[in-house]
């Protein structure tokens, strides 16, 4: 009996230490998961707050261009609201307008180079250049000043197409087949067909 009785209280015994050791085991995972818990969320209390310090609150884009440029407002305000939406520091915004202003000088370049091209087509031309370019261009000036109008000079010479072959070629077309006749100016005054370079109606041809 005295055996049995220990035994008994042996496997008691041993179904305690059994079960402090589960409870034992639970407490530790439950921590461990706490601890886990408390460290993502601080990874990521992190992650916003670093998010938050590198996007710039409330920044006054202001943009500077070089001698020359005029700000398009319309245009400058899409890049202003762009560059909030992306966050991007005074600095990053600036290299965005410069480029815009390379891009503008770049296409300018490009066209003066055809307009000067022109220029150049012109001067070669067998019937309009040679020993008389002068004078077969002073002969289109006058058939533009008289038949043109200054509302067509201002915007041959504001887009450059006064420098274009083909309409140098009409006006001086033009010329001839009135040249029997005096081709006065606006002003009234005839002129003749000695007039220089330097005084004609297209500037590029200078």
């Known amino acids: 009996m005295a055996t049995e009785t220990t ?63 005029t700000a398009n407002e319309e245009l400058a305000g899409e890049l202003k609201v762009l560059a909030k939406e992306n966050g991007l520091s005074q600095e990053a915004a600036q290299k ?15 066209w003066q180079s055809q307009v000067d091209q022109w220029a150049e087509q012109v001067k070669a031309d067998k019937e309009l250049g040679g020993e008389k370019f002068d004078e077969n261009i002073s002969l289109a000036k006058q058939a533009l000043d008289k038949f043109g109008g200054q509302e067509l000079k201002d915007l041959l010479q504001s887009t450059g197409f006064g420098n274009h072959p083909a309409i140098v070629k009409a006006f001086y077309n033009i010329g001839k087949s009135v040249s029997n006749d005096t081709l006065v100016v606006s002003n009234g005054t005839s002129k003749g067909s000695d007039k220089s370079t330097a005084s004609i109606m297209f500037p590029n041809m200078n």
């Open 96 to 110: 965005f307008a410069d480029l815009g202003v390379k891009m503008q000088q770049q296409q300018a370049d490009a």
């Open 7 to 69: 035994a008994m209280a042996t496997d008691d015994t041993n179904a305690t230490a059994n079960a402090e050791a589960t409870t034992l085991q639970a407490t530790e995972a439950q921590a461990d998961t706490s601890n886990a818990t408390t460290d993502t969320q601080t990874e990521d209390s992190k992650g916003e707050d670093s998010t938050a310090e590198n996007q710039p609150n409330d920044v006054d884009y202001n943009f500077t261009l070089p001698d020359g440029f």
